[in-house]
């Protein structure tokens, strides 16, 4: 599990689908972590109604889903406004690390981060303890895809 190894974060894990907040449950139980919250609900709303200014200090977003289509586009999580609240949300020097294995939402997240530039400064992507030798981020997904043979990408933005 991810933050096995990072007991000393306080997590706050948000997911809007029940059966995904059920596997995230099972999962925290079986690691017997003690330091993840569970919301259950749509990120924006979290975002904006539920976590009060400069009071995190890194969001990580880690293998969304790329909704392909252009018709979903606006369901990516990097967008303007989410960027903006990551911004409002994060401590001084707070971080947003992103990593993918989508070519076409890398290119999105690229260009998201560049038009934001006024908010965050880009830094050095660094794992986190999770990682194993050679891995981004320490996660099934993360490992399934290497298997499969995909590239991934990663980014930091640390907040101005």
Known sequence: MLFRSEPHLD???VEVY??????LLGGVD???LTN???????????LEHMIAPGTLTAVRVFFPD?????????????????????????????????????????A?????????????????FERPASAGEGEFVGSNFERKY??????????TLRKR
């Open 11 to 13: 997590v706050i894990a």
């Open 18 to 23: 029940r059966k995904g907040l059920a596997q």
């Open 30 to 32: 079986r690691a017997g």
């Open 36 to 46: 993840v919250r569970f919301v259950r609900g749509d990120g924006v709303d979290v």
């Open 66 to 106: 790329p909704w392909p289509k252009a018709r979903h586009h606006k369901r990516r999580v990097v967008q303007d406004a989410s960027l903006a609240q990551f911004h409002r949300i994060l401590l001084p020097r707070g971080e947003v690390r992103i990593v993918t294995d989508h070519d076409a939402l890398w």
């Open 108 to 124: 999105w997240n690229e260009e998201h981060a560049e038009r934001n530039a006024h908010l965050f400064d880009r830094v050095a």
């Open 146 to 155: 290497r298997r499969e043979g995909r590239r991934f990408h990663a980014m």
